[in-house]
């Protein structure tokens, strides 16, 4: 499966964007998603995951009720929506993604990666 993660772009803190990440080569409907992100000189961390079947959703706490995560199996894409932005958010995001089902959000469990796309909120 390929990823490709857009999206990404300078925002002013308190704006929104929305992530997108287009799978191609296989359907998303078996696979767990992810999102992850990574600041400079920081860990990859993970920001939100969805699983397969049920759509079990976790977020960050850094993230929680700001971040949205759904999943669009007619386009085979997963989205991030993201409201209020805060600098501390300025970071690299990338989908990944992993075979069966899954409700970890830990970025050493997802398999294949998307590019990233980079979010910057500043004023």
């Known amino acids: 499966v390929q990823l490709q993660a857009s999206g990404g772009g300078l925002v002013q803190p308190g704006g929104s964007l929305r992530l997108s990440c287009a799978a191609s080569?296989?359907?998303?409907?078996?696979?767990?998603i992810g999102w992850f992100r990574q600041a400079p000189g920081k860990e990859r961390e993970g920001v939100s995951c969805?699983?397969?079947?049920?759509?079990?959703?976790h977020y960050d706490d850094s993230v929680r009720g700001r971040f949205t995560i759904s999943r669009d199996k007619t386009k085979n894409t997963v989205y991030l929506q993201m409201n209020n932005l805060k600098p501390e958010d300025t970071a690299v995001y990338y989908c990944?993604?992993?075979?069966?089902?899954?409700?970890?959000?830990?970025?050493?469990?997802?398999?294949?990666w998307g590019q990233g796309t980079q979010v910057t909120v500043s004023s």
């Open positions: 080569g296989s359907t998303l409907d078996y696979y767990a």
């Open positions: 969805i699983s397969s079947s049920d759509g079990y959703t």
């Open positions: 990944a993604t992993r075979y069966n089902y899954f409700r970890g959000c830990g970025f050493y469990d997802y398999d294949w």
